[in-house]
Nanobody, 120 residues
């Protein structure tokens, strides 16, 4: 089974920065897309940013220009650099990998989530 370990969350003041990391481990051949989602209390889980194997990125409008997603395929790790953080960014951030090729087939996996709190 593929497991995702997320790190980098925490408490930050408005205008501050955080970098989230998500490392995939287990038995697999490749990962098509790596993405970050977030979910605030009472809200639906929403896409923040995604990146495919070729480095093509996609951002939600609210994060465009402030967040940067990147990946290191050699380390099977995806990063989310978050700058100019706002209170509205407070949420649990989840890593997701899509199109993972394993010995059984193709699957998607979710991480456990890491809390990001933006507050003064």
């Amino acid at each position: 089974q593929v497991q995702l370990v997320e790190s980098g969350g925490g408490l930050v003041q408005p205008g501050g920065s955080l970098r989230l990391s998500c490392a995939a481990s287990g038995t697999f051949l490749s990962i098509n897309t790596m993405a970050w989602f977030r979910q605030a209390p009472g809200n639906q889980r929403e896409l923040v940013a995604a990146i495919d194997r070729g480095g093509v990125t996609n951002y939600a409008d609210s994060e465009r220009g402030r967040f940067t997603i990147s990946r290191d395929n050699a380390k099977n790790t995806v990063y989310l650099q978050m700058n100019s953080l706002k209170s509205e960014d407070t949420a649990v951030y989840y890593c997701k990998v899509e199109g993972v090729i394993t010995w059984r087939g193709r699957y998607d996996y979710w991480g456990q989530g890491t809390q990001v709190t933006v507050s003064s």
